[in-house]
Protein backbone atom coordinates (compact mmCIF):
# COMPACT_ATOMS: atom_id res chain seq x y z
CA UNK A 1 0.00 0.00 0.00
CA UNK A 2 2.69 2.13 0.86
CA UNK A 3 4.26 1.51 -2.57
CA UNK A 4 1.50 2.43 -3.96
CA UNK A 5 1.23 5.91 -2.55
CA UNK A 6 4.67 6.36 -3.33
CA UNK A 7 4.54 5.80 -6.95
CA UNK A 8 1.84 8.15 -7.15
CA UNK A 9 2.86 11.16 -7.55
CA UNK A 10 0.14 14.31 -9.02
CA UNK A 11 2.02 16.34 -11.04
CA UNK A 12 0.76 20.04 -12.32
CA UNK A 13 2.42 22.86 -14.29
CA UNK A 14 6.11 20.35 -13.73
CA UNK A 15 5.63 20.67 -10.00
CA UNK A 16 5.34 17.42 -8.04
CA UNK A 17 2.11 17.70 -5.52
CA UNK A 18 2.81 17.27 -1.72
CA UNK A 19 -0.83 15.92 -1.45
CA UNK A 20 -3.81 16.04 -3.34
CA UNK A 21 -5.75 18.60 -1.11
CA UNK A 22 -5.63 22.10 -1.96
CA UNK A 23 -7.32 24.60 0.42
CA UNK A 24 -9.12 27.91 -0.30
CA UNK A 25 -8.63 30.97 2.25
CA UNK A 26 -11.66 33.42 1.57
CA UNK A 27 -13.65 32.55 4.71
CA UNK A 28 -11.16 32.02 7.76
CA UNK A 29 -11.91 34.15 10.66
CA UNK A 30 -8.72 35.12 11.30
CA UNK A 31 -5.69 34.98 8.68
CA UNK A 32 -3.36 34.04 11.38
CA UNK A 33 -4.70 30.43 12.10
CA UNK A 34 -4.23 29.84 8.27
CA UNK A 35 -0.80 28.24 8.53
CA UNK A 36 -1.79 25.66 11.10
CA UNK A 37 -4.73 24.85 9.48
CA UNK A 38 -3.15 24.60 6.06
CA UNK A 39 -0.67 22.23 7.63
CA UNK A 40 -3.05 20.08 9.52
CA UNK A 41 -4.38 19.24 5.98
CA UNK A 42 -1.04 18.67 4.21
CA UNK A 43 -2.30 20.71 1.78
CA UNK A 44 -0.05 21.10 -1.22
CA UNK A 45 -1.41 23.94 -2.95
CA UNK A 46 -3.44 27.04 -1.31
CA UNK A 47 -5.68 29.08 -3.52
CA UNK A 48 -5.97 33.33 -2.61
CA UNK A 49 -8.00 35.88 -4.11
CA UNK A 50 -5.84 38.37 -5.10
CA UNK A 51 -8.76 41.21 -4.68
CA UNK A 52 -7.65 40.33 -1.05
CA UNK A 53 -3.96 40.76 -1.03
CA UNK A 54 -2.77 44.30 0.20
CA UNK A 55 0.61 44.80 -0.62
CA UNK A 56 0.33 48.69 -0.28
CA UNK A 57 -1.35 48.33 3.35
CA UNK A 58 -0.44 49.43 7.07
CA UNK A 59 -3.28 46.81 7.65
CA UNK A 60 -2.14 42.81 7.40
CA UNK A 61 -1.60 40.70 3.74
CA UNK A 62 -2.90 37.50 3.50
CA UNK A 63 -0.08 36.54 1.40
CA UNK A 64 2.02 36.94 4.54
CA UNK A 65 0.19 33.63 6.04
CA UNK A 66 0.49 31.24 3.34
CA UNK A 67 3.22 28.76 4.28
CA UNK A 68 6.40 28.62 2.29
CA UNK A 69 6.09 24.80 1.83
CA UNK A 70 2.81 24.77 0.04
CA UNK A 71 2.20 25.86 -3.77
CA UNK A 72 0.52 29.57 -4.30
CA UNK A 73 -2.07 29.88 -6.53
CA UNK A 74 -3.65 33.51 -6.78
CA UNK A 75 -7.08 33.06 -8.41
CA UNK A 76 -9.29 35.86 -10.20
CA UNK A 77 -12.39 35.90 -7.55
CA UNK A 78 -14.12 38.78 -8.50
CA UNK A 79 -13.42 38.69 -12.48
CA UNK A 80 -16.56 39.59 -14.50
CA UNK A 81 -15.28 38.82 -17.70
CA UNK A 82 -12.43 36.89 -19.65
CA UNK A 83 -10.67 40.45 -19.31
CA UNK A 84 -10.62 41.02 -15.87
CA UNK A 85 -9.56 37.51 -15.18
CA UNK A 86 -6.66 38.22 -17.36
CA UNK A 87 -5.63 41.79 -15.70
CA UNK A 88 -6.18 40.14 -12.45
CA UNK A 89 -3.82 37.43 -13.75
CA UNK A 90 -1.14 39.84 -14.91
CA UNK A 91 -1.34 41.92 -11.45
CA UNK A 92 -0.67 38.97 -9.83
CA UNK A 93 2.17 38.01 -11.60
CA UNK A 94 3.39 41.50 -11.39
CA UNK A 95 3.33 41.25 -7.44
CA UNK A 96 5.44 38.48 -7.43
CA UNK A 97 2.60 35.76 -7.14
CA UNK A 98 4.46 33.13 -9.65
CA UNK A 99 2.70 31.93 -12.65
CA UNK A 100 -0.19 29.79 -11.22
CA UNK A 101 -3.16 31.40 -11.45
CA UNK A 102 -6.52 29.56 -11.01
CA UNK A 103 -9.45 31.40 -13.31
CA UNK A 104 -12.67 31.99 -11.91
CA UNK A 105 -14.86 34.39 -13.95
CA UNK A 106 -18.02 34.35 -11.93
CA UNK A 107 -21.32 37.17 -13.53
CA UNK A 108 -23.68 35.52 -11.17
CA UNK A 109 -23.57 36.54 -7.93
CA UNK A 110 -27.04 34.50 -6.58
CA UNK A 111 -25.19 31.30 -7.25
CA UNK A 112 -22.06 31.72 -8.29
CA UNK A 113 -22.15 29.58 -11.09
CA UNK A 114 -18.87 30.40 -13.56
CA UNK A 115 -18.75 31.27 -17.38
CA UNK A 116 -17.38 28.85 -19.03
CA UNK A 117 -17.48 30.49 -22.15
CA UNK A 118 -15.30 33.57 -20.53
CA UNK A 119 -12.89 31.13 -18.32
CA UNK A 120 -11.95 29.46 -21.75
CA UNK A 121 -11.24 32.64 -23.82
CA UNK A 122 -8.87 33.62 -20.15
CA UNK A 123 -7.38 30.51 -20.64
CA UNK A 124 -6.48 30.27 -24.26
CA UNK A 125 -4.75 34.03 -23.54
CA UNK A 126 -2.82 33.14 -20.16
CA UNK A 127 -1.48 29.98 -21.42
CA UNK A 128 0.25 31.56 -24.14
CA UNK A 129 1.74 34.30 -22.41
CA UNK A 130 3.54 31.50 -20.04
CA UNK A 131 0.73 31.13 -16.94
CA UNK A 132 -0.12 27.73 -15.51
CA UNK A 133 -3.62 28.01 -15.53
CA UNK A 134 -6.28 26.20 -13.39
CA UNK A 135 -9.80 27.29 -14.77
CA UNK A 136 -13.22 26.76 -12.74
CA UNK A 137 -15.80 25.66 -14.56
CA UNK A 138 -19.19 24.05 -14.37
CA UNK A 139 -18.55 20.72 -15.65
CA UNK A 140 -19.24 20.44 -18.93
CA UNK A 141 -16.91 17.92 -21.14
CA UNK A 142 -16.88 20.30 -24.72
CA UNK A 143 -15.86 22.75 -22.28
CA UNK A 144 -13.16 21.26 -20.67
CA UNK A 145 -12.46 19.86 -23.58
CA UNK A 146 -11.22 22.57 -25.37
CA UNK A 147 -9.90 23.95 -22.02
CA UNK A 148 -7.50 20.78 -22.10
CA UNK A 149 -6.52 22.47 -26.43
CA UNK A 150 -5.97 25.36 -25.07
CA UNK A 151 -3.26 23.86 -22.52
CA UNK A 152 -5.00 24.08 -18.95
CA UNK A 153 -2.45 22.40 -16.26
CA UNK A 154 -5.67 20.79 -14.56
CA UNK A 155 -9.85 21.28 -14.86
CA UNK A 156 -11.49 22.31 -11.42
CA UNK A 157 -15.06 21.43 -12.17
CA UNK A 158 -17.31 21.80 -9.26
CA UNK A 159 -19.27 19.41 -7.57
CA UNK A 160 -22.08 22.14 -6.06
CA UNK A 161 -22.48 26.06 -5.58
CA UNK A 162 -19.54 27.55 -3.98
CA UNK A 163 -20.06 27.99 -0.72
CA UNK A 164 -23.25 25.50 -0.67
CA UNK A 165 -21.51 22.54 1.02
CA UNK A 166 -24.06 20.40 -0.80
CA UNK A 167 -21.98 17.58 -1.61
CA UNK A 168 -21.47 15.31 -5.05
CA UNK A 169 -24.33 17.13 -6.86
CA UNK A 170 -23.06 16.55 -10.15
CA UNK A 171 -21.38 13.25 -10.29
CA UNK A 172 -22.19 12.01 -13.54
CA UNK A 173 -21.21 14.88 -15.35
CA UNK A 174 -17.73 14.97 -13.31
CA UNK A 175 -17.10 11.00 -13.99
CA UNK A 176 -17.30 12.23 -17.65
CA UNK A 177 -14.92 14.61 -17.35
CA UNK A 178 -12.63 12.56 -15.50
CA UNK A 179 -13.06 9.09 -17.85
CA UNK A 180 -12.91 11.72 -20.65
CA UNK A 181 -9.95 14.06 -20.14
CA UNK A 182 -6.25 13.63 -19.97
CA UNK A 183 -5.68 16.39 -17.33
CA UNK A 184 -5.78 16.34 -13.49
CA UNK A 185 -9.44 16.73 -12.48
CA UNK A 186 -9.53 18.81 -9.30
CA UNK A 187 -13.12 19.00 -7.80
CA UNK A 188 -13.93 22.29 -6.47
CA UNK A 189 -16.84 24.14 -4.55
CA UNK A 190 -20.18 22.23 -2.77
CA UNK A 191 -18.02 19.83 -1.61
CA UNK A 192 -19.20 19.64 2.38
CA UNK A 193 -17.59 16.74 4.44
CA UNK A 194 -14.71 14.57 4.07
CA UNK A 195 -16.65 11.22 3.48
CA UNK A 196 -17.89 13.60 0.04
CA UNK A 197 -13.90 14.14 -0.70
CA UNK A 198 -13.54 10.39 -0.40
CA UNK A 199 -16.32 9.90 -2.94
CA UNK A 200 -14.67 11.81 -5.39
CA UNK A 201 -11.61 10.42 -5.20
CA UNK A 202 -13.02 7.20 -5.52
CA UNK A 203 -14.59 8.58 -8.76
CA UNK A 204 -10.62 9.11 -9.69
CA UNK A 205 -10.71 13.27 -9.49
CA UNK A 206 -7.17 13.69 -9.12
CA UNK A 207 -7.50 16.29 -6.27
CA UNK A 208 -9.83 18.08 -4.17
CA UNK A 209 -10.04 21.70 -3.73
CA UNK A 210 -12.14 22.92 -0.09
CA UNK A 211 -12.23 26.30 1.56
CA UNK A 212 -16.05 26.84 3.12
CA UNK A 213 -15.74 22.94 4.33
CA UNK A 214 -12.88 23.83 6.82
CA UNK A 215 -13.52 27.55 7.36
CA UNK A 216 -16.43 26.93 9.01
CA UNK A 217 -16.24 23.86 11.23
CA UNK A 218 -16.37 24.44 14.84
CA UNK A 219 -12.83 23.17 14.51
CA UNK A 220 -11.34 23.83 11.45
CA UNK A 221 -7.86 22.23 12.26
CA UNK A 222 -9.45 19.08 12.75
CA UNK A 223 -11.71 19.54 9.95
CA UNK A 224 -9.11 20.06 7.48
CA UNK A 225 -7.10 16.83 9.28
CA UNK A 226 -10.25 14.74 8.59
CA UNK A 227 -10.21 15.87 4.72
CA UNK A 228 -6.47 14.90 4.15
CA UNK A 229 -6.92 11.45 5.27
CA UNK A 230 -10.50 10.96 3.44
CA UNK A 231 -8.58 12.47 0.02
CA UNK A 232 -5.50 10.03 0.94
CA UNK A 233 -8.28 7.03 1.84
CA UNK A 234 -10.65 8.01 -1.38
CA UNK A 235 -7.07 7.40 -3.74
CA UNK A 236 -6.56 4.68 -2.39
CA UNK A 237 -9.73 3.02 -3.38
CA UNK A 238 -9.43 4.26 -6.46
CA UNK A 239 -6.10 3.16 -6.97
CA UNK A 240 -6.50 -0.38 -5.18
CA UNK A 241 -9.44 -0.55 -7.93
CA UNK A 242 -13.39 -0.98 -7.03
CA UNK A 243 -14.98 -4.16 -6.20
CA UNK A 244 -18.29 -4.37 -8.35
CA UNK A 245 -21.40 -3.15 -6.31
CA UNK A 246 -24.05 -6.31 -6.19
CA UNK A 247 -27.55 -5.06 -6.59
CA UNK A 248 -29.52 -5.61 -3.78
CA UNK A 249 -32.12 -7.05 -5.42
CA UNK A 250 -32.61 -10.96 -4.78
CA UNK A 251 -32.15 -13.05 -8.48
CA UNK A 252 -35.16 -13.69 -10.04
CA UNK A 253 -36.60 -16.99 -9.50
CA UNK A 254 -37.34 -17.46 -13.09
CA UNK A 255 -33.95 -16.46 -14.67
CA UNK A 256 -34.49 -14.45 -18.11
CA UNK A 257 -31.77 -16.91 -20.07
CA UNK A 258 -33.03 -20.17 -18.14
CA UNK A 259 -33.78 -21.12 -21.82
CA UNK A 260 -30.26 -21.14 -22.84
CA UNK A 261 -29.40 -23.78 -20.18
CA UNK A 262 -32.59 -26.47 -20.95
CA UNK A 263 -31.69 -25.86 -24.82
CA UNK A 264 -28.26 -27.33 -23.31
CA UNK A 265 -29.50 -30.22 -21.36
CA UNK B 1 -38.92 37.77 -17.01
CA UNK B 2 -38.13 41.26 -15.29
CA UNK B 3 -40.26 44.53 -15.96
CA UNK B 4 -38.85 46.77 -17.64
CA UNK B 5 -37.52 48.70 -14.63
CA UNK B 6 -38.73 48.61 -11.06
CA UNK B 7 -40.87 50.94 -11.23
CA UNK B 8 -43.28 48.76 -13.25
CA UNK B 9 -41.89 46.22 -10.73
CA UNK B 10 -43.40 47.87 -7.87
CA UNK B 11 -46.43 48.67 -9.67
CA UNK B 12 -47.82 44.73 -9.48
CA UNK B 13 -47.80 45.49 -5.29
CA UNK B 14 -49.82 48.09 -5.64
CA UNK B 15 -52.84 46.65 -4.64
CA UNK B 16 -51.01 44.52 -2.30
CA UNK B 17 -53.07 45.51 1.37
CA UNK B 18 -50.15 44.69 3.89
CA UNK B 19 -52.36 44.93 6.95
CA UNK B 20 -55.01 42.27 5.62
CA UNK B 21 -51.57 40.31 4.65
CA UNK B 22 -50.04 40.58 7.84
CA UNK B 23 -53.77 39.98 9.84
CA UNK B 24 -53.25 36.65 8.44
CA UNK B 25 -49.97 35.37 9.19
CA UNK B 26 -49.59 32.92 11.99
CA UNK B 27 -46.31 31.41 14.26
CA UNK B 28 -46.85 27.96 12.20
CA UNK B 29 -47.09 29.91 8.80
CA UNK B 30 -43.40 31.81 9.78
CA UNK B 31 -42.44 27.96 11.46
CA UNK B 32 -43.71 26.75 7.50
CA UNK B 33 -41.24 29.17 5.96
CA UNK B 34 -38.54 29.52 7.84
CA UNK B 35 -38.47 25.94 7.22
CA UNK B 36 -37.71 26.66 2.98
CA UNK B 37 -35.14 26.73 1.82
CA UNK B 38 -35.34 29.16 -0.71
CA UNK B 39 -37.97 31.85 -0.31
CA UNK B 40 -40.64 33.70 -2.38
CA UNK B 41 -40.76 37.00 -2.07
CA UNK B 42 -44.40 36.19 -0.43
CA UNK B 43 -42.24 34.46 2.43
CA UNK B 44 -39.75 37.45 2.88
CA UNK B 45 -43.31 39.55 3.73
CA UNK B 46 -44.56 36.66 5.87
CA UNK B 47 -40.71 36.92 7.71
CA UNK B 48 -41.37 40.78 8.11
CA UNK B 49 -45.02 40.20 9.52
CA UNK B 50 -45.62 40.99 13.30
CA UNK B 51 -46.28 37.36 13.70
CA UNK B 52 -42.36 36.69 12.87
CA UNK B 53 -41.44 38.72 16.01
CA UNK B 54 -42.14 35.53 17.96
CA UNK B 55 -39.67 33.46 15.88
CA UNK B 56 -37.29 35.74 16.06
CA UNK B 57 -34.34 33.89 17.55
CA UNK B 58 -35.09 30.96 14.53
CA UNK B 59 -34.43 33.81 12.36
CA UNK B 60 -31.40 35.15 13.72
CA UNK B 61 -30.28 31.31 13.78
CA UNK B 62 -31.20 30.85 10.25
CA UNK B 63 -29.55 34.26 9.12
CA UNK B 64 -26.63 33.71 11.13
CA UNK B 65 -25.74 29.88 8.98
CA UNK B 66 -26.64 31.37 5.93
CA UNK B 67 -24.49 34.74 6.78
CA UNK B 68 -21.31 31.95 7.57
CA UNK B 69 -22.18 29.62 4.63
CA UNK B 70 -21.53 32.09 2.14
CA UNK B 71 -19.03 34.96 3.43
CA UNK B 72 -17.16 32.59 5.62
CA UNK B 73 -16.20 34.62 9.25
CA UNK B 74 -14.98 37.29 7.19
CA UNK B 75 -16.31 41.41 7.72
CA UNK B 76 -15.96 44.24 5.16
CA UNK B 77 -14.79 47.41 6.90
CA UNK B 78 -15.70 50.98 5.30
CA UNK B 79 -15.32 54.44 5.91
CA UNK B 80 -17.03 57.24 4.15
CA UNK B 81 -15.30 60.60 3.24
CA UNK B 82 -17.46 63.59 3.10
CA UNK B 83 -15.98 65.92 0.72
CA UNK B 84 -18.86 68.66 -0.32
CA UNK B 85 -22.01 69.43 1.82
CA UNK B 86 -23.51 72.35 -0.46
CA UNK B 87 -26.65 70.66 -1.37
CA UNK B 88 -30.04 71.94 -3.51
CA UNK B 89 -32.09 69.72 -2.06
CA UNK B 90 -34.90 70.41 0.82
CA UNK B 91 -34.87 66.84 2.32
CA UNK B 92 -37.28 67.89 5.63
CA UNK B 93 -34.82 65.18 7.53
CA UNK B 94 -30.92 66.61 6.86
CA UNK B 95 -28.76 68.09 8.26
CA UNK B 96 -27.79 69.46 4.51
CA UNK B 97 -30.76 70.57 4.03
CA UNK B 98 -30.63 74.02 1.61
CA UNK B 99 -32.42 75.76 3.74
CA UNK B 100 -30.50 74.69 6.67
CA UNK B 101 -27.92 77.50 7.92
CA UNK B 102 -24.75 75.60 8.54
CA UNK B 103 -21.04 76.31 7.57
CA UNK B 104 -20.89 74.21 4.50
CA UNK B 105 -17.62 73.25 2.57
CA UNK B 106 -16.01 71.59 -0.91
CA UNK B 107 -12.91 69.92 -0.04
CA UNK B 108 -10.28 70.92 -2.71
CA UNK B 109 -7.98 68.10 -4.38
CA UNK B 110 -5.33 68.85 -2.18
CA UNK B 111 -7.55 68.78 0.86
CA UNK B 112 -8.96 65.54 -0.55
CA UNK B 113 -5.03 64.01 -0.55
CA UNK B 114 -4.96 64.93 2.87
CA UNK B 115 -7.98 63.16 4.10
CA UNK B 116 -7.01 60.69 1.63
CA UNK B 117 -3.99 60.00 3.19
CA UNK B 118 -5.40 60.11 6.88
CA UNK B 119 -8.12 57.09 5.64
CA UNK B 120 -5.33 55.41 3.93
CA UNK B 121 -3.16 54.87 7.03
CA UNK B 122 -5.91 53.27 9.07
CA UNK B 123 -4.83 50.40 6.58
CA UNK B 124 -8.42 50.99 4.40
CA UNK B 125 -8.07 50.12 0.41
CA UNK B 126 -11.53 51.04 -0.28
CA UNK B 127 -12.96 54.33 0.08
CA UNK B 128 -16.68 55.58 0.34
CA UNK B 129 -17.32 59.67 -0.58
CA UNK B 130 -20.28 61.38 -0.07
CA UNK B 131 -21.47 64.48 -1.30
CA UNK B 132 -24.50 66.82 -1.23
CA UNK B 133 -26.31 67.51 -4.58
CA UNK B 134 -25.12 70.59 -6.12
CA UNK B 135 -24.56 71.47 -9.75
CA UNK B 136 -22.79 74.79 -8.71
CA UNK B 137 -20.39 73.33 -5.78
CA UNK B 138 -19.86 69.51 -6.24
CA UNK B 139 -21.21 68.27 -10.24
CA UNK B 140 -19.86 65.05 -11.90
CA UNK B 141 -17.08 66.50 -13.34
CA UNK B 142 -15.26 67.59 -9.79
CA UNK B 143 -16.72 64.15 -7.90
CA UNK B 144 -14.56 62.53 -11.08
CA UNK B 145 -11.46 64.50 -10.53
CA UNK B 146 -11.56 63.77 -6.56
CA UNK B 147 -11.99 60.00 -7.71
CA UNK B 148 -8.15 60.23 -9.73
CA UNK B 149 -7.03 61.66 -7.08
CA UNK B 150 -7.91 58.74 -4.60
CA UNK B 151 -6.53 56.45 -7.08
CA UNK B 152 -3.45 56.91 -5.59
CA UNK B 153 -4.85 55.74 -2.13
CA UNK B 154 -7.25 53.25 -2.85
CA UNK B 155 -7.92 49.80 -4.34
CA UNK B 156 -11.87 50.57 -4.75
CA UNK B 157 -13.94 53.36 -4.70
CA UNK B 158 -17.47 53.82 -4.24
CA UNK B 159 -19.93 56.81 -4.50
CA UNK B 160 -22.77 57.68 -2.32
CA UNK B 161 -23.83 61.05 -3.98
CA UNK B 162 -26.89 62.16 -5.76
CA UNK B 163 -29.08 60.62 -8.80
CA UNK B 164 -26.61 60.79 -11.82
CA UNK B 165 -27.97 60.15 -15.60
CA UNK B 166 -26.67 57.76 -17.84
CA UNK B 167 -24.24 58.82 -19.70
CA UNK B 168 -22.70 60.37 -16.44
CA UNK B 169 -22.77 56.49 -14.62
CA UNK B 170 -20.82 55.46 -17.63
CA UNK B 171 -18.54 58.22 -17.34
CA UNK B 172 -18.23 56.92 -13.62
CA UNK B 173 -16.83 53.50 -13.95
CA UNK B 174 -14.46 54.79 -16.72
CA UNK B 175 -13.03 56.37 -14.20
CA UNK B 176 -12.77 53.78 -11.86
CA UNK B 177 -15.67 54.13 -10.07
CA UNK B 178 -16.89 50.79 -9.02
CA UNK B 179 -19.83 50.86 -6.40
CA UNK B 180 -22.20 52.82 -5.72
CA UNK B 181 -24.45 53.44 -3.05
CA UNK B 182 -28.54 55.05 -3.81
CA UNK B 183 -30.69 55.00 -0.72
CA UNK B 184 -34.43 55.39 -2.22
CA UNK B 185 -35.26 56.96 1.47
CA UNK B 186 -38.62 56.13 1.18
CA UNK B 187 -40.46 53.94 -1.60
CA UNK B 188 -43.91 54.87 -0.83
CA UNK B 189 -44.28 57.94 -3.54
CA UNK B 190 -46.90 59.87 -1.85
CA UNK B 191 -44.71 59.99 1.59
CA UNK B 192 -41.66 60.39 -0.61
CA UNK B 193 -43.26 63.72 -2.31
CA UNK B 194 -44.21 64.80 1.13
CA UNK B 195 -40.71 64.40 2.33
CA UNK B 196 -38.80 65.97 -0.64
CA UNK B 197 -40.55 68.54 -1.09
CA UNK B 198 -37.83 70.64 -3.10
CA UNK B 199 -34.57 70.57 -5.08
CA UNK B 200 -34.03 67.70 -7.48
CA UNK B 201 -34.17 64.68 -5.33
CA UNK B 202 -37.73 65.62 -5.65
CA UNK B 203 -37.82 63.75 -8.45
CA UNK B 204 -38.81 60.01 -7.27
CA UNK B 205 -38.48 58.02 -10.93
CA UNK B 206 -35.35 59.46 -11.10
CA UNK B 207 -33.87 58.48 -7.99
CA UNK B 208 -36.05 54.98 -7.77
CA UNK B 209 -34.17 54.19 -11.38
CA UNK B 210 -30.32 55.39 -10.22
CA UNK B 211 -29.25 51.68 -8.93
CA UNK B 212 -30.34 50.37 -12.10
CA UNK B 213 -29.03 53.18 -14.18
CA UNK B 214 -25.62 52.17 -12.38
CA UNK B 215 -26.13 48.04 -12.85
CA UNK B 216 -26.29 49.25 -16.74
CA UNK B 217 -22.78 51.26 -16.43
CA UNK B 218 -20.95 48.56 -15.60
CA UNK B 219 -20.64 48.78 -11.79
CA UNK B 220 -19.85 46.12 -10.01
CA UNK B 221 -21.25 47.11 -6.54
CA UNK B 222 -24.93 48.48 -5.85
CA UNK B 223 -26.10 48.92 -2.57
CA UNK B 224 -29.87 49.96 -1.77
CA UNK B 225 -31.38 51.23 1.11
CA UNK B 226 -34.81 52.94 2.93
CA UNK B 227 -34.37 55.49 5.44
CA UNK B 228 -36.63 53.91 8.51
CA UNK B 229 -38.56 56.15 10.33
CA UNK B 230 -39.48 58.14 7.36
CA UNK B 231 -42.66 56.09 6.43
CA UNK B 232 -44.08 52.38 7.83
CA UNK B 233 -41.09 50.26 8.25
CA UNK B 234 -42.69 46.59 7.14
CA UNK B 235 -43.64 48.42 3.92
CA UNK B 236 -40.58 49.93 3.21
CA UNK B 237 -38.28 46.90 4.28
CA UNK B 238 -40.72 44.72 1.44
CA UNK B 239 -39.83 46.87 -1.68
CA UNK B 240 -36.32 47.39 -0.57
CA UNK B 241 -36.13 43.53 -0.55
CA UNK B 242 -37.75 42.92 -3.90
CA UNK B 243 -35.68 46.20 -5.00
CA UNK B 244 -32.58 44.31 -4.12
CA UNK B 245 -33.80 41.25 -5.43
CA UNK B 246 -34.90 42.38 -8.89
CA UNK B 247 -31.67 43.78 -9.26
CA UNK B 248 -29.57 41.06 -8.07
CA UNK B 249 -31.75 38.44 -10.61
CA UNK B 250 -31.54 41.02 -13.36
CA UNK B 251 -28.04 42.14 -13.35
CA UNK B 252 -26.56 39.04 -12.07
CA UNK B 253 -22.77 40.38 -12.81
CA UNK B 254 -23.55 43.26 -10.50
CA UNK B 255 -22.93 42.78 -6.35
CA UNK B 256 -26.50 44.33 -4.57
CA UNK B 257 -26.04 45.31 -0.86
CA UNK B 258 -28.88 46.58 1.27
CA UNK B 259 -28.16 48.84 4.05
CA UNK B 260 -30.72 49.03 7.19
CA UNK B 261 -30.25 52.72 8.54
CA UNK B 262 -32.41 54.13 11.40
CA UNK B 263 -32.99 57.55 11.15
CA UNK B 264 -30.64 59.84 13.49
CA UNK B 265 -31.26 63.01 15.46
CA UNK B 266 -29.72 65.67 12.89
CA UNK B 267 -29.37 69.90 12.72
CA UNK B 268 -33.10 69.47 11.16
CA UNK B 269 -35.98 69.30 13.20
CA UNK B 270 -37.83 66.20 11.88
CA UNK B 271 -39.88 63.43 13.92
CA UNK B 272 -39.89 60.22 12.88
CA UNK B 273 -43.57 58.79 10.90
CA UNK B 274 -42.37 55.89 12.74
CA UNK B 275 -40.37 54.49 15.21
CA UNK B 276 -38.06 51.24 14.46
CA UNK B 277 -37.04 49.47 17.44
CA UNK B 278 -34.19 46.95 18.08
CA UNK B 279 -36.54 43.92 17.57
CA UNK B 280 -37.85 45.69 14.51
CA UNK B 281 -34.45 45.93 12.83
CA UNK B 282 -33.35 42.35 14.00
CA UNK B 283 -36.18 40.84 11.98
CA UNK B 284 -35.67 42.96 9.47
CA UNK B 285 -31.71 42.12 8.45
CA UNK B 286 -32.66 38.28 9.65
CA UNK B 287 -35.53 38.29 6.65
CA UNK B 288 -33.49 40.24 4.19
CA UNK B 289 -30.43 37.49 4.77
CA UNK B 290 -33.02 34.60 4.55
CA UNK B 291 -34.59 35.76 1.33
CA UNK B 292 -31.57 36.83 -0.26
CA UNK B 293 -28.74 34.99 0.89
CA UNK B 294 -25.94 36.34 -1.65
CA UNK B 295 -26.75 39.76 -1.34
CA UNK B 296 -24.24 42.54 1.17
CA UNK B 297 -25.81 43.49 4.22
CA UNK B 298 -24.35 47.31 5.05
CA UNK B 299 -24.30 48.44 8.87
CA UNK B 300 -23.27 52.05 9.84
CA UNK B 301 -22.45 54.31 12.87
CA UNK B 302 -26.09 54.82 12.95
CA UNK B 303 -26.40 52.16 15.23
CA UNK B 304 -24.58 51.77 19.00
CA UNK B 305 -21.91 49.66 19.52
CA UNK B 306 -23.43 47.44 21.61
CA UNK B 307 -26.19 46.36 18.87
CA UNK B 308 -23.20 46.73 16.32
CA UNK B 309 -21.42 43.97 17.49
CA UNK B 310 -24.32 41.62 17.70
CA UNK B 311 -25.64 42.38 14.34
CA UNK B 312 -22.42 41.34 12.86
CA UNK B 313 -23.07 37.54 14.23
CA UNK B 314 -26.40 37.18 12.44
CA UNK B 315 -26.00 38.60 8.52
CA UNK B 316 -24.30 41.71 8.40
CA UNK B 317 -21.17 41.66 5.91
CA UNK B 318 -19.97 45.12 5.68
CA UNK B 319 -19.66 47.80 8.59
CA UNK B 320 -18.27 51.20 8.93
CA UNK B 321 -15.63 52.01 11.53
CA UNK B 322 -13.37 55.76 12.09
CA UNK B 323 -16.15 57.93 11.15
CA UNK B 324 -17.21 61.88 10.77
CA UNK B 325 -19.89 62.87 8.68
CA UNK B 326 -18.63 66.16 8.35
CA UNK B 327 -17.06 67.46 5.34
CA UNK B 328 -13.14 67.13 5.99
CA UNK B 329 -13.73 65.63 9.34
CA UNK B 330 -11.09 62.67 9.11
CA UNK B 331 -8.12 65.89 9.09
CA UNK B 332 -9.75 68.91 11.08
CA UNK B 333 -12.62 65.88 13.48
CA UNK B 334 -15.89 66.26 13.51
CA UNK B 335 -17.86 69.43 14.29
CA UNK B 336 -21.38 68.13 13.66
CA UNK B 337 -22.18 66.79 9.99
CA UNK B 338 -25.48 65.15 8.09
CA UNK B 339 -26.35 63.06 11.24
CA UNK B 340 -25.70 62.29 14.62
CA UNK B 341 -23.63 58.89 14.59
CA UNK B 342 -23.80 56.24 17.49
CA UNK B 343 -20.18 54.56 17.36
CA UNK B 344 -17.23 56.25 17.19
CA UNK B 345 -15.00 53.85 16.89
CA UNK B 346 -12.06 53.89 15.06
CA UNK B 347 -11.10 51.21 11.90
CA UNK B 348 -8.36 49.47 14.90
CA UNK B 349 -11.02 49.55 17.72
CA UNK B 350 -13.23 47.77 14.96
CA UNK B 351 -10.69 45.53 13.88
CA UNK B 352 -10.16 44.82 17.72
CA UNK B 353 -13.57 43.64 18.23
CA UNK B 354 -14.04 41.94 14.90
CA UNK B 355 -10.81 39.76 15.74
CA UNK B 356 -12.32 39.06 19.44
CA UNK B 357 -15.94 37.90 18.02
CA UNK B 358 -14.19 35.43 15.52
CA UNK B 359 -14.19 37.51 12.32
CA UNK B 360 -11.30 38.90 10.02
CA UNK B 361 -11.18 42.35 9.26
CA UNK B 362 -11.02 42.95 5.20
CA UNK B 363 -9.79 45.94 4.31
CA UNK B 364 -9.79 45.66 0.74
CA UNK B 365 -11.66 43.58 -1.16
CA UNK B 366 -11.52 44.18 -5.00
CA UNK B 367 -8.52 45.63 -6.98
CA UNK B 368 -9.15 48.89 -9.33
CA UNK B 369 -8.23 47.12 -12.99
CA UNK B 370 -8.40 50.58 -14.93
Known sequence: MIQMMNDDKLIIGKKILKSRLLIGTGKFPNNKKMPAIIHAGDAAVVTVALRRANEHSQSENILDYIPDDVILMPNTSGARTADEAIRIAHLSKAMGCGDWIKIEVIADNRYLLPDNQETLKATQLLVKEGFTVLPYISPDLMTAKHLADAGAAAIMPLAAPIGSNRGLRTKELLKIIIDEIDLPIIVDAGIGKPSEAAECMELGAAAILTNTAVATANAPQQMAAAFSLAVKAGRIAFLAGMGRTSSIRASASSPLTGFLRKEAN | MSSENFLAEKQFYNHLDFKDFFAHVTPQTVQQTLSKEHLTRKDFLVLLSPAAQDCLEEMAQRSRYET???????????????????????????????????????????????????????????????????????????????????????????????????????????????????????????????????????????????????????????????????????????????????????????????????????????????????????????????????????????????????????????????????????????????????????????????????????????????
Open chain 2, 68 to 370: IKNFGYTMQLFTPMYIADYCDNLCVYCGFNHKNTISRRCLNMDEIKIEAANIAQTGLRNILILTGESQKYSPVDYILEAVQVLHDYFDSIAIEVYSFSQADYNRAVQAGVDGMTMFQECYNKKVYQSLHPGGPKANYEFRLDAPERACRAGMRNVNIGALLGLNEWREEAFFTGIHADYLQHKYKEVEIAVSTPRICPCSADYKPLSLVNDHDLVQYITALRIFLPRAGLTLSTREKPQMRDNLIKIGITKISGGVTVAVGGHTKGDDGGQFKISDERSIPQMAKMLYAQGYQPVYKDWQTLI
